[in-house]
Every structure is written in structure tokens, then in C-alpha cells.
């Protein structure tokens, strides 16, 4: 029986009434405020607000472990008792932020826990921690597969007293922002080491370093997630000093798997929200609408999908859920097939319920008059993000294989 602790069953009625009260009236507001900014990649005004006011009801860093709760101002947060939390904020996709709880920062900020030296925790954690400063992970690149992470050529070579990076990366995310001031930087300090897997190295680049040039901001169907945003990205001879690595030199890889875990979860996590809000507005909507002399919500075909979706949301929290439980119990690393399971799965459930909520608002389902739209968005690009699925599945059914064929 998977049971939520004291804790999280507070957090969980604390942040459903922040989400009444503050979040959902100020949607429309938030939009126009990214409408009519200069650049859409600029800190809104909106945000600080609605932060400060999160900080003050303690909703403030609800992603830390309990084994990090040293970094937290409440116990720490199991992965099962988080998940909730995450799902709530998931209806709306920016609302993560207002709780210090959004991608890439989350990932980061726990690098920098885990692996991170005291000056660097002090640099850069800490203002993290305050919501003073956002942060980038910058590992994709587009000229290589880079679902293969051991493909990466970003070059990072020793130069006397400093390191020195040359390469492009792609898809960043949160290096358009504004306040964004770090990057973590993966690329290969020792190509020719028989060992791919310790070829890799991480090092901080500040985002005012010369060489360090953002190309342009990308989109993904036609989105360009601003103000955080996704960047292509020129290093061009880039210095750094030595004392900016992560860990240790061919330690890159090791870190990155250790981030990606959590990670991925966390999207399934608040893509179960994303799927929710969707399935309640579908309601809302179909009785709300008729056609033929009846409502929509009493056509069969209609009912049918709400059924549908109501069953595949349940599925996928329970394989949340029980992920979470695994990971809690084991760590990540022992719990890697129920993420891949749960990465290959959600976010192609959550496409598919939120694309027939879509077809339930007719055209206006196209549109940004509903989240809808670009919730399907973030669900699409989330099964690429963090790794496509093909190589998830392909890992889990090896792992699968060899657990009941013994080979």
C-alpha cells in the first residue's frame, strides 16, 4: 500500500489552495505580461510576485531528498511524497517556478549538492536555492546522435591553469533566460581513453564568459517555451579555471546519469497533471456544448474517450507511484526499468488524452484560449528529452530479456 507521508498530505492541501488562489486566476495575466514583454526571454514581473508569496506559505523547494535535506527548509521530500506535489503544478507549465521546483534548475541544484566542491555550492547553489539566479545543463548537440551521450564532442582540453572548450550544443534549456548565470557544461576531456564512458567531463562556464555565444532560441512544433526557453550554442575558445570541474576530470558521464534519473520522473510527474487538467476541462466542456439535439457528453463516441483517458491517467499515476516507491526503496539506479517503463509511457499517454481533449473543444482545442496545446507540446518534446524513448526501450527490454530468459 503505497501511503503519502504527514508532510507531503499537508504540502498537498497547502499547494492546492496556493494553485486556486494565486496560480489558475493568474494565468491570463501571465501570458499577457510574456505577450507584451520586449523580450520574451525576460523575467516577468508576475513571477516575482507570485515567488515571493510561495517563499512566505513555505512552498519553497519541495523537490529535495530527504538524503539532501540539509540544503531544505523542511524534511526532505521522498520521491513518492513529491509526486503529488509535482502533478499539481504540472496543470499549469510554468507554474513550477513559482515553487523553485522547474527544470533544468531542479537537476542542477541537486548536481551541486551531490557533487559540487563548498566554494562552488556557495557561487552558485545557494542563490539557486533563493530563486536569486536560473541555471542551464547544456549536453545535446546538433551534430552528433546525441541519444548516445558517450557521442558528444564538445572539446574540453587542460591549457596551463584553466580549461579551454570548444564546441556547439543545442536544445539548452533556460540559457535564453534572462537570469539564467550558469552553465553546467558536459564534453569530452579524454577522447581517446578505451573507457567511453570516462571520456567526459562537466565543468561551470558563467554565462558572461567570452567565447560563450547564443546562437538562437528553437522551438519545438512552433513553441518556443519562452521566458526560459531552449538555445543553440557557440563555446569558442571558452576559459574557465581548473577549479570549475564537477567531480573530477572524466567523471561527466557519471554525473549525468546520476541527474537524469530524478529528472525524468519528475516530467512523468507533471505530465500526469498536465493529462488531468485536460480530462477535467474535457468534462467541463462536453456538457457545456451540443450538437444533434443533445450534449456532447451524451454521445457515445464522447464517453468513450473520457473513459479512455480517465483509465490510461489512473495506469500511469500508479506506475508513477510505484516508480517512485522503487526509487525511494533502492535508489535510481536499482529502479531503472520502472523509469524507463514510466518515461516511455506517460508522456505518450499524456499526448494521446490530451490530443482527444483537444478534438472535445473543436478548433478552439488548437488554440492558446486553452492549455491544451501546449501542454501536447511539452508531452511531445518529453518523449525526447532526457533521452528518446527508443533508447529506453531498448535498454529496458535487454534488462527484461535477461531478467526472465537468464541470458
Not at 165 to 176: D, M, P, V, Y
Not at 193 to 222: A, C, E, F, S, Y
Not at 234 to 239: E, K, M
Amino acid at each position: 500500500m503505497l501511503e503519502f507521508s504527514e508532510q507531503s498530505r499537508r504540502y498537498q492541501e497547502q499547494l492546492s489552495a496556493f494553485m486556486d488562489e494565486h496560480i489558475y486566476p493568474n494565468e491570463q495575466a501571465y501570458a499577457r505580461q510574456l505577450h507584451d514583454a520586449a523580450d520574451r526571454h525576460s523575467y516577468l514581473p508576475l513571477m516575482d510576485e507570485l515567488k515571493k508569496k510561495a517563499q512566505a506559505a513555505g512552498l519553497w523547494n519541495l523537490f529535495i531528498p530527504p538524503s539532501l535535506a540539509e540544503f531544505a527548509d523542511h524534511d526532505g521530500m521522498s520521491n513518492l511524497d513529491y509526486a503529488p506535489l509535482a502533478e499539481m503544478m504540472g496543470r499549469v507549465l510554468w507554474s513550477p517556478e513559482v515553487f523553485n521546483c522547474n527544470a533544468p534548475d531542479t537537476g542542477n541544484m541537486e548536481v551541486f549538492m551531490k557533487y559540487g566542491t563548498p566554494a562552488q555550492q556557495a557561487q552558485w547553489l545557494t542563490p539557486l536555492l533563493n530563486g536569486d539566479i536560473r541555471s542551464s545543463y547544456a549536453m545535446t548537440e546538433p551534430q552528433v546522435a546525441s541519444s548516445d551521450a558517450t557521442n558528444i564532442e564538445l572539446s574540453i582540453q587542460r591549457d596551463g591553469d584553466e580549461w579551454l572548450l570548444n564546441g556547439r550544443k543545442w536544445f539548452i534549456t533556460g540559457a535564453l533566460y534572462e537570469r539564467c548565470g550558469i552553465f553546467i557544461v558536459m564534453g569530452k576531456s579524454d577522447p581517446d581513453n578505451p573507457n567511453r564512458h570516462q571520456q567526459q567531463t562537466q565543468v561551470l562556464v558563467p554565462k558572461d564568459t567570452p567565447g560563450v555565444t547564443l546562437i538562437r532560441p528553437l522551438t519545438t512544433l512552433g513553441y518556443d517555451d519562452a521566458p526560459i526557453g531552449h538555445a543553440e550554442m557557440l563555446f569558442d575558445n571558452v576559459r574557465v579555471p581548473l577549479d570549475n570541474v564537477l567531480l573530477g576530470e572524466g567523471r561527466g558521464f557519471e554525473i549525468a546519469q546520476g541527474r537524469l534519473g530524478p529528472g525524468r520522473i519528475h516530467h512523468c510527474m507533471r505530465l500526469i497533471g498536465s493529462a488531468q487538467r485536460a480530462l477535467e476541462l474535457a468534462c467541463e466542456r462536453v456538457e457545456s456544448r451540443s450538437t444533434f439535439g443533445r450534449t456532447l457528453s451524451q454521445h457515445q463516441s464522447v464517453r468513450e474517450d473520457i473513459a479512455r483517458s480517465f483509465s490510461e491517467i489512473e495506469m500511469m499515476r500508479l506506475l508513477v507511484y510505484k516508480t517512485c516507491a522503487r526509487m525511494d526503496a533502492v535508489g535510481a539506479k536499482e529502479a531503472m526499468d520502472l523509469i524507463a517503463a514510466s518515461k516511455t509511457s506517460i508522456p505518450l499517454m499524456a499526448q494521446t488524452v490530451i490530443d482527444r481533449c483537444m478534438q472535445m473543444h473543436g478548433a478552439g482545442g488548437l488554440t492558446e484560449d486553452y492549455p491544451m496545446a501546449e501542454a501536447f507540446n511539452y508531452a511531445r518534446w518529453c518523449r525526447q528529452a532526457d533521452g528518446p524513448d527508443q533508447v529506453h526501450l531498448m535498454a529496458l527490454g535487454k534488462q527484461v530479456i535477461r531478467r526472465y530468459a537468464g541470458s
